[in-house]
């Protein structure tokens, strides 16, 4: 057990250090935490009208940052991790060590996600403090916050094990890199937006009511959605595919969510096996 | 048993033939020096030893096991070619992190970095180092847990010559406790002095597998003598001897060696036109032509 541990807590532990020093910590933390706030104070004014404690209204707003902004920070920590070590020459170098290609990934993984996390936290950490100092009625949404730290981290997992596996399949930074956005506008903007046209096309038919709902839970950024949206009733209204999240079980949802992190793990581990230094 | 035992060894990449049928050893406390042009196969044959790239065909031992295996791995080193590793951590952290993917204490990372000379930059960070101070990093994570097989594919690039030195006196010491030694250079004169024997490599097939002293007398290439003809004596001096003139006092003359002798007799009975003779054998570099082009013609 501790030939497998040792390794992934040494390359996490040095990965974590070179997030530190490229600034990648400050980035994200700051990043989260402003809009964060920003989104407390665009959230706090209604509060009153709806009738919901003020951290429930500011969920449904961080729902919709999240789906965006966690996946872009995941896919710009990682779509450097494999492809920069390849052309820096410390792959192969890594390789003839006595390390799992499983375990490389791990370490890297397990950095990265705690980037994440802290960036993530600092952000929802805030919100929930500018609310609670708003509204002392805001704790009733401290459940449906804590839910959307943790599926926002396990958002994050699902695009940095994307990012690895482009990173792998790409074999030089910049193409990497380059794929990174393309993979997000395509999954997070793009797929959304041709959801849509197709229900308006289809005007109520067979599409919106079976395909839909599929191809909705199969897409990360969606389910993530779905799932924060539809467990917390008060804020279906916030999205434009809301209608949707409706005829959807949640648990449907939280599937999704679950599995998508260890799909996409396996997925960059059989992208890096592929590689040959 | 030998460190290193490769036999008919061959790697095809879409058809094309990378490595024919390599076959050579190396024995522990061997230094080999492999040498090549760029594309030769000298970094895919160290990449397969090391079970980075499967070969196509052939047998390989490292250490008595496959190439790649835990013993393997556990028991060789590698230096990549131009290894650059992350600018942001310093050369301290760099090996610390290696010497705990060996499972080693890494506390052992300073006596490291001085051993290879850059104990006074081990806490700055890499992206400040020169190449041959990164390449200082490459040679002390090389020397991690004693390895008994070190693949150092062109070590010596970016070092300047008092650093060169000091590398080859650390493989010295290596050798000099069994580890088997298997080079790759393009630094021909460096390697001639340094190494026990030399593997020459073309187009993927093995040209010469010898001591250099062998290669020298198989190849029997011809002996240079330069002739310093004293002032205004030059073209009298070439015009006796029947060499070429290169400039203003010097001859050249080339001969075989078995004519050595006679061709110095001849040079010695002009001594009041001659101030000085060298005489230079085939350097490494002609050897490695003649080897490395026999069947290209």
């Known amino acids: ?277 | 048993m030998n460190s290193l035992t490769l036999s008919q060894v061959t790697k095809i990449y879409d058809g094309v033939t990378a490595l024919d049928a390599v076959g050579f050893t190396v024995a522990p406390g061997e230094r080999v020096a492999l040498l090549g042009h760029n594309g030769a196969g000298k970094s895919t044959l160290m990449k397969i030893i090391l079970g980075l790239i499967p070969a196509t065909a052939g047998q390989i031992e490292v250490l008595g096991a496959g190439p790649g295996s835990q013993t393997a791995r556990d028991g060789t080193a590698y230096l990549p070619e131009n290894v650059a590793f992350h600018p942001a951590l310093t050369g301290l952290e760099q090996i610390r992190l290696y010497l705990r993917l060996r499972g080693d204490d890494p506390a052992k990372a300073m006596a490291l970095l001085d051993r290879v000379g850059l104990g006074q930059a081990a806490r700055r960070r890499i992206g400040t180092y020169s190449k041959g101070m990164r390449q200082r990093v490459g040679l002390a994570q090389s020397l991690i847990g004693n390895p008994r097989l070190l693949v150092l594919d062109e070590p010596t690039s970016g070092l300047d010559p008092v650093s060169r030195r000091e590398f080859y006196t650390i493989l010295d010491t290596l050798a000099a406790d069994g580890a088997a030694i298997l080079l790759s250079s393009h630094a021909l004169t460096e390697v001639e002095a340094r190494t026990d024997r030399i593997v020459i490599l073309s187009q993927g097939r093995l040209m010469a597998n010898d001591t250099l002293a062998a290669l020298r007398q198989r190849a029997a290439l011809p002996i240079r003598l330069q002739v310093s003809a004293r002032p205004g004596a030059a073209d009298q001096v070439a015009a006796q001897l029947a060499g070429g003139r290169r400039n203003g006092v010097m001859v050249d003359l080339t001969c075989a060696h078995d004519e050595k002798l006679n061709r110095l007799g001849d040079i010695a009975a002009l001594h009041g036109l001659i101030e000085d003779v060298e005489i230079i054998p085939p350097s490494l570099e002609d050897l490695y032509s003649h080897f490395s082009r026999r069947d290209e013609a």
């Open chain 1, 1 to 277: 057990m501790t030939a497998l541990v040792r390794p992934v807590a040494a390359l996490g532990a040095t990965e974590f250090r070179i997030a530190l020093r490229n600034r990648w910590v400050t980035i994200t933390v700051a990043m989260m935490a402003l809009f964060a706030l920003v989104l407390s104070a665009a959230g706090s004014a209604p509060t009153g009208d709806v009738g919901v404690d003020a951290l429930s209204v500011t969920v449904a707003s961080l729902t919709s940052l999240g789906v965006y902004l966690v996946p872009l920070m995941a896919l710009l920590m990682s779509f450097d991790a494999v492809a920069g070590e390849m052309e820096r020459g410390t792959l192969s170098l890594t390789l003839t060590y006595p390390v799992s290609r499983g375990a490389i990934l791990l370490g890297k993984f397990a950095a990265h996600m705690a980037v994440l996390a802290i960036a993530v936290g600092a952000g929802y950490g805030l919100a929930a403090v500018a609310a609670l100092v708003a509204d002392p009625e805001a704790v009733e949404g401290l459940p449906a916050l804590w839910r959307l730290f943790w599926s926002s981290v396990l958002l994050g997992a699902v695009f940095l094990c994307i990012g690895y596996a482009l990173s792998a399949m790409a074999r030089r930074p910049g193409a990497a890199a380059g794929l990174a956005i393309g993979v997000w506008l395509a999954v997070v903007v793009l797929y959304d937006l041709g959801l849509l046209a197709a229900v308006v096309a289809d005007g109520g038919g067979v599409f919106t009511t079976r395909a839909l709902p599929w191809l909705l839970l199969a897409n990360p950024a969606d389910a993530f959605r779905l799932f924060n949206l539809a467990a917390s009733e008060a804020t279906a209204a916030a999205s434009g595919l809301g209608g949707a999240a409706q005829t959807i079980p949640a648990y449907h949802a939280l599937i999704s969510v679950l599995l998508w992190p260890v799909v996409a793990f396996a997925l960059a581990v059989a992208a890096l096996r592929r590689v040959t230094p």
